[in-house]
């Protein structure tokens, strides 16, 4: 069926075995990056052959059978999303459906190196809010975190993001002995430019290499218990009912009115609630992010120019969502419980 004969919402929607609604779905565009954090890459990483990675257009093509499938939000993320060619297309076209009414949420999460470039054309294509990464303001750790990037071009992606309008959450990773001592400094940071802030705990996914002192997240590990604790002594914290339906708790920091987030995979279990899924690049369908069980929408997507296939291959794979995750970091076992990179599924 054409797409413009068909209903944008086809009947029954994505309702995976435990009844949650799969109105979420995030994609990782390209598993390129311009950065090389020390947490989620290798400094010398094999990418994917350009041959194996889905084209703008079937990017686009999945992204709208999903919306037509019932997901009201989507992610886009890496790699970095920003540095995939034709990325601003895509966006433009899934802007479209905010349109429609067909999408509440077009968003990405970005390592901001090129938000200088693309903010207001970001906001003209209906995007609203962007999660950036940033684990430092420290330009000499910025450097030794992410290996190639520059906290500076980071820094002014972010003023132009603020000056095009977009409201910005600052996700970092808090890292063992790195930014331990920047907690602080960062609520402050946040809460003067208007942003969020949400800190994650290091996730075991992929090998990374054994350099700059990081061999194992064993020893980058840092509890977000110990975070909040840390925070505390300085803070004012208000337990707020904020929910995004993820892994994210969050509080209100009284001082400066801004929302702070705490995502804890590892010590505290959030999969009741899950109503996502992430796409990869090449087509892969994971319906858990700790899990390795996938489905392959990138063989039905280019039999037939006909959605059907397609449709059918994204409700068989809901079907096979997962309860839950089993991540485990302890000492006895350094191996990562699931081999693939963040970067390949996207945060
Ligand atoms: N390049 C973009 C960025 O950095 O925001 C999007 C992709 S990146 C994989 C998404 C998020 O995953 C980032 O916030 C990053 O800090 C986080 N991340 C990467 N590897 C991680 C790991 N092993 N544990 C926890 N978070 C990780
Ligand atoms: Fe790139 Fe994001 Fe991974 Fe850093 S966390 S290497 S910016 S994909």
Not at 4 to 9: A, C, M, Q, T
Not at 199 to 220: H, K, Y
Not at 233 to 252: H, I, K, V
Request: hydrophobic residues 40%; aromatic residues 6%.
């Amino acid at each position: 069926m054409p797409d413009d004969v068909r209903p944008l919402h086809q009947s029954a929607p994505l309702i995976d075995p435990f009844a949650r609604a799969i109105t979420y779905l995030r994609v990782s565009v390209t598993d390129r990056c311009d950065f090389r954090c020390v947490y989620c890459m290798a400094e010398d990483m094999t990418f994917l052959p350009k041959s194996e990675v889905l084209s703008i257009e079937e990017l686009e093509r999945l992204c709208r059978a999903f919306v037509r499938l019932g997901v009201r939000k989507l992610r886009l993320t890496g790699g970095e999303p920003l540095v995939r060619r034709g990325v601003m297309t895509l966006i433009e076209r899934l802007g479209e459906l905010l349109g429609q009414g067909a999408l509440d949420e077009l968003t990405l999460t970005t390592n901001g190196s090129q938000l200088g470039k693309h903010s207001e054309a970001l906001v003209h294509a209906g995007v609203r809010r962007v999660n950036v990464s940033l684990d430092t303001l420290d330009p000499e750790k910025f450097t030794a975190i992410t290996r190639w990037g520059k906290l500076e071009k980071v820094l002014e992606g972010l003023a132009a993001a603020k000056a095009a309008g977009l409201a910005v959450k600052i996700n970092a990773v808090a890292l063992k002995g790195v930014n331990e001592d920047e907690l602080h400094r960062l609520v402050e940071w946040a809460g003067a430019e208007g942003f969020d802030l949400t800190f994650i705990e290091v996730m075991p996914l992929g090998e990374i290499g054994a350099d700059v002192g990081t061999a194992n997240r064993v020893d980058q590990f840092f509890p977000l218990s110990m975070v909040r604790a840390k925070l505390k002594e300085r803070w004012t914290l208000d337990e707020s009912d904020y929910a995004t339906g993820g892994p994210a708790r969050y509080w209100t920091v009284r001082e400066t009115g801004r929302r702070l987030g705490f995502i804890t995979p590892l010590t505290h279990n959030f999969c009741e609630s899950c109503n996502r899924v992430r796409l990869t690049c090449t087509g892969t369908l994971y319906m858990c992010l700790g899990q390795e069980d996938a489905a392959d929408l990138r063989v039905p997507l280019r039999a037939s120019d006909d959605d059907e296939l397609l449709d059918a291959a994204i409700r068989e794979a809901i079907t096979r969502k997962p309860k839950g995750h089993d991540f485990v970091i302890d000492r006895r076992r350094t191996a990562p419980s699931v081999s693939r990179h963040m970067s390949v599924t996207g945060g």
